[in-house]
């Protein structure tokens, strides 16, 4: 059964923000001008010729990209008395337009009355319907909705609108948490879409080697052979067993293994040859791999030199920044090279072809935490986050985001690294101004009243950096400084990487997105924690990073000829921008009782 929008009037609020786009129309080239007080009896049929223009002038302003002149022809039919036809024509353009502005809740009164009009529909403006509704489920986060309702609209679609369509059904799906793909596949095993959730869950699944993930989508295909995906495989799955054919037979893992980064590197090198092994004993190609330790190597220079000098094709690492910086600078490099870190963004300057780089950035999780408190609905942020270059990063990445989104942050402050971070709780929530107030009411009346603390009311959730220490002593001076019911959202930073439900109770009801290593087991996770005295500990995520890092290598090539590609691996859903980048997306979870859990799980 498809869904339905919240049942809704058309409100006030819609209405008025259209008002607030013709406001500024007057500044726009070409905006039409607000009409003046007409004779109502002697213009009826001139009115009612003048609808199919202004639909039209609305289309083509929509369509140009001048949402004010859209806004302009569309206020007056508002106020029209429509035929059922023309008012539906009404509806769309307007919920268009606020999906455009990306409004969605301005577009729900909208689409909801659609709902009640669509008996009368075409089947042109029932398809257009249905298709702005899959745009509102994906603006308001609802994926499995969204790739539904797309679905159920595809045998009706042809051309270019078909093609859209399938990628932003695979699109949507690619959204969802692996877990909750597997859930809803369940429930409905035969039919259309529920092949669509089994072909993603094999695609999502971050378990499976490149050489299973082939064998499982041939296998899938050859099972629903007349499936629209099984005809036109969407995200790249096409490309699969090409890129295993073509996968490089011999690489060069350039790690510090001594030095004050050895145990980065060891843990980086020990989850590569993890992954490497367990392609091997599943009787699966592996490239031949060379290890080298930087630190026993003049320069970066020096490590290339041997590496071809041994036959490398590949060169994977280096880890230290400032090597990768300089790497940025070449015009060219002697391999094609997976760098594991970032480097500095830089304006003016290109990187060469053929690096690649990839790493653990805290700005990937930051940009993520804006998005997933967007979809939440919160729209007034308080950053908490610790002083220095680090948290400067973090935070200069969120704002960048979060403003750009159309948030507003009420408060953002820097605290030092303390045992008592109740002074700076209380000034971010404005505590102390509230106390002050009531000093200062106290002295002019010069009499005792009663007085409650409060905090600020102008936000709505809590962004915080911390680390797991910091954050044990951070969440309960919230909840003690009047912010219990005040929502936080963190990085990963907060976690150990290891379930502690004693130490962090104190974090419960804190949402933050970590990788699927620390969030799901597996057989490889398994015996990397066996084969590692003491278990991975706070190396955990470097390990992860390894086994990708082996994964990856091969599927280089598939993000980059398909922008919209992603390789769902250990640290999460990896995508290459137009810089050569990976972004990481990884899976969003809460404490409870101490414990993280999956939000898609609750």
Known sequence: ?????????????????????????????????????????????????????????????L????????????????ERNLSARERIDFLLLSAELYLMLQEPDLSAPYLTELNDLLPQASSAQEIQ????????????????AAARERDFQAPLLSGD??????????????????????????????????????????ARNSRLTLDEQV??????????????????????????????????????????????????????RDGFMAAYYESLNKGFPVPRVRIYDNQQL???????????????????????????????QRDSLPLPTLALNYGDRTDNESSPANLYQYGLAAEDE??????????????????????GDWGERIYNAFREHWLALGGDISEQRYYPNRQDYNPDVRALLNVDE?????????????????????????????????????????????????????????????????PNSARDRDLNGIQFCDMPWLLQSGSLQETVEKAIPGGQGSYARLYAMGVDAFRLLPRLKQLEVLPHSQVFGSTGALMLNAERRIVRRTECTVFENGRPVRIANR
């Open 63 to 78: 369509d140009a990209g001048e949402f004010g002149n859209a806004a302009a022809q569309l206020q007056p039919l508002g």
């Open 298 to 328: 003049a320069d970066v220079n020096a490590a290339y030199a041997q590496a071809q000098f041994d036959g490398a094709e590949w060169l994977i690492g280096p880890v230290n920044k400032l090597q990768v910086q300089a790497l940025q």
């Open 129 to 144: 319907a249905s298709l702005l509704k899959a745009r509102w489920y994906e603006a308001t986060g609802q994926y499995l």
């Open 161 to 202: 609108a078909a093609k859209t369509n399938h990628e932003r059904i695979w699109q949507n799906l690619m959204l969802m948490p692996e877990a909750e793909l597997l859930e809803w596949a369940e429930r409905s095993p035969d039919t259309q879409f529920g092949h669509w959730l089994q072909l993603a869950a094999v």
């Open 434 to 498: 509230s106390q002050r107030r009531y000093q200062a009411v106290r002295r002019l009346l010069r009499q005792s009243t009663e007085f409650e603390p409060r905090r600020r009311q102008d936000a709505d959730w809590i962004f915080m950096v911390a680390l797991p220490q910091q954050a044990r002593q951070i969440k309960p001076t919230l909840a003690f400084n009047f912010a219990a019911d005040l929502p936080v959202y963190a990085t990963s930073h907060l976690y150990t990487g290891e």
């Open 366 to 387: 930051a940009v993520q935490i804006a998005e997933k408190a967007w979809a939440d609905g919160k729209r007034r942020a308080l950053v908490l986050v610790p002083q």
């Open 215 to 268: 064998a499982a989508v041939s296998q899938w295909q050859q099972q629903h052979n007349r499936h629209p995906a099984a005809l036109s495989l969407p995200g790249g799955l096409a490309m699969l067993q090409e890129i295993a054919n073509e996968r490089p037979q011999q690489v060069a893992l350039l790690l510090p293994l001594s030095g004050p980064l050895e145990k980065t590197g060891r843990a980086i």
């Open 1 to 61: 059964m498809r869904e339905k929008l919240p049942e809704s009037g058309l409100s006030g609020m819609a209405r008025a923000s259209l008002w607030l786009l013709l406001a500024g129309c007057a500044a726009l080239s070409g905006c039409a001008s607000k009409p003046g007080p007409v004779d109502t009896a002697a213009t009826i049929a001139g009115d009612q010729q003048g609808t199919a223009s202004l639909l039209q002038q609305a289309r083509r302003a």
